[in-house]
């Protein structure tokens, strides 16, 4: 089992050095690193190649031309020579044991399309570390489809968090293009449910949130979002997926959503389906007791409240403060 990482660069000057520092302190050394700078404007090529130097096994890609996140990794699975791929930002960290951890729970279950963890968050403005607890279980375990689809209840897989077998990343189409900012919210879920998942319960890598990243700045923008929503539908009606649409149902996957997916969903007649009516139920329902909630009385509110602070627990998952 080999594992190649790839590294993708966009004037992260401030922050590559520590993640290149991150990857080559693990304990389970890669087959390779590459680094593809995606045509940086500011001094990171330049500190990449000064910190690569003399280190074997590294090589850094530099492209003339910004062609984006979602091309590059796809470029990438075609020159990695791994059996496994782990995709790095070069603004993100991995924490000691990340390698390790998860190539060793992947060689006990070699079926498993990739390996996740726990995902950690660094606010880009204040440097806070958060983690997020995804609570599939409490100790290391493989998951097979069926199985993931029940106990991800309406979460995620975490792509900073994910290893994954780079032959299942090829069959599935690598990222989707026409998703853009969700390409890899989708393509891990679509490995999981076909192949099964991997999960460690401790966080191992920690996503930097920046307020106007390519993903954030993407959703803010509603006809955009828009159009790549009704692209993820289409592409669930479509035959090459739609044998996933059972398991996005069963897991709720479509809660990352939240309102935006009704609005796709219910201002289209095309996609007036009763299959993808159930990939939404739980969003209509939310967005009808939305709707309830204004013309519902208030001591009723407040009864429904009480009733809930006493007898649920409505988190799916917590943030916990991480150890500087």
């Known amino acids: 089992m080999t594992l190649s990482v790839i590294v993708a660069n966009y004037n992260y000057g401030s922050y590559v050095q520590g993640a290149l520092e991150d990857i080559f302190r693990q304990s389970y050394k890669p087959l390779e690193v ?26 850094l890609i530099r492209h003339e031309m910004n ?23 070069a603004d993100d960290r991995i924490l000691p044991g990340f390698f390790e951890k998860s190539m060793g729970l992947l060689s006990k279950y070699p079926e498993a399309g990739l390996c ?31 199985g993931f689809a029940k106990i991800i209840r309406g979460g995620y897989i975490a792509s900073h968090t994910s290893i994954v077998k780079r032959a299942r990343f090829s069959e599935v189409g690598g990222w989707i293009p026409s ?18 998942v991997c999960y460690i319960p401790e966080c191992l890598a920690l996503n930097r949130v920046m307020p106007h990243s390519f993903s954030i700045a993407g959703r803010r923008r509603w ?40 609005r796709v969903v219910v201002g289209d007649p095309r996609y007036w389906d009763i299959r993808i009516f159930m ?21 009723l509110k407040r009864a429904k409240k009480s009733y809930e602070r006493r007898y649920t627990n409505r988190k799916s998952f917590k943030e916990v403060s991480l150890k500087a």
């Open 179 to 196: 998703l853009r900012w969700h390409a890899d919210w989708f393509t891990p879920l679509v490995i999981g449910f076909r192949h099964g």
């Open 279 to 299: 990939l939404i139920r739980w969003q209509i329902w939310y967005e009808i007791r939305r709707y309830l909630s204004f013309i519902v009385p208030k001591p």
């Open 34 to 59: 590459i680094i593809f700078d995606d045509a940086s404007t500011d001094n990171s090529a330049t500190i990449i190649e000064r910190f690569i130097k003399g280190l074997p096994n590294v090589r």
């Open 116 to 146: 996740c963890s726990d995902p950690g968050v660094i606010d880009g403005l204040t440097g806070i570390v958060k983690e997020i607890r995804m609570h599939w279980g409490d100790k290391s375990s493989y998951f097979s489809p069926a």
């Open 223 to 262: 006809p955009l979002q828009k159009d790549v929503l009704a692209c993820l539908v289409n592409l669930l009606k479509s035959p090459a997926y739609r044998d996933l649409i059972p398991y996005f149902i069963q897991g709720n996957v479509m809660h990352h959503f939240g309102r935006e997916i009704v």
């Open 67 to 89: 062609i984006g996140i979602v091309q590059l990794g796809n470029n990438a699975k075609e020159i990695a020579r791994g059996d496994y791929i782990y995709y790095a930002a």
